[in-house]
Nanobody, 115 residues
């Protein structure tokens, strides 16, 4: 499975951005998809995930501001980010977990929020 990530870039505080991740290959293997992020000097952290049944999980840090969605045709996961804050600045990674509990990662896309 390979991921093509898009979106992100430079955004002003209070603004919005949308990340998309398209999965190619054996996408039938993917149970959960989502986004993680890693800020400089910090550990990678979960942002939001969504499973095949469309059950979602969100970090408390972004709850109410971000929304995750998923399309099965094509296999894409989207992250709509609203009311962005400078603390949201990070590299955002597309993530998937297979039914076999293997974790897969995209290359990451930079989101920078200016104050």
């Amino acid at each position: 499975v390979q991921f093509v990530e898009s979106g992100g870039g430079l955004v002003q505080a209070g603004g919005s951005a949308r990340l998309s991740c398209a999965a190619n290959g054996d996408t039938f293997l993917l149970h959960t998809m989502g986004w993680y992020r890693q800020a400089p000097g910090k550990e990678r952290e979960m942002v939001a995930t969504i499973d095949r049944g469309l059950k979602t999980a969100y970090s408390d840090l972004i709850k109410g501001r971000f929304n995750i969605s998923r399309d099965d045709a094509p296999n894409t996961v989207n992250l709509q980010m609203n009311n962005l804050k400078p603390d949201d600045t990070a590299v955002y990674y597309c993530y998937a977990r297979t039914y076999g509990l293997r974790d897969l990662w995209g290359r990451g896309t930079q989101v920078t929020v200016s104050s």
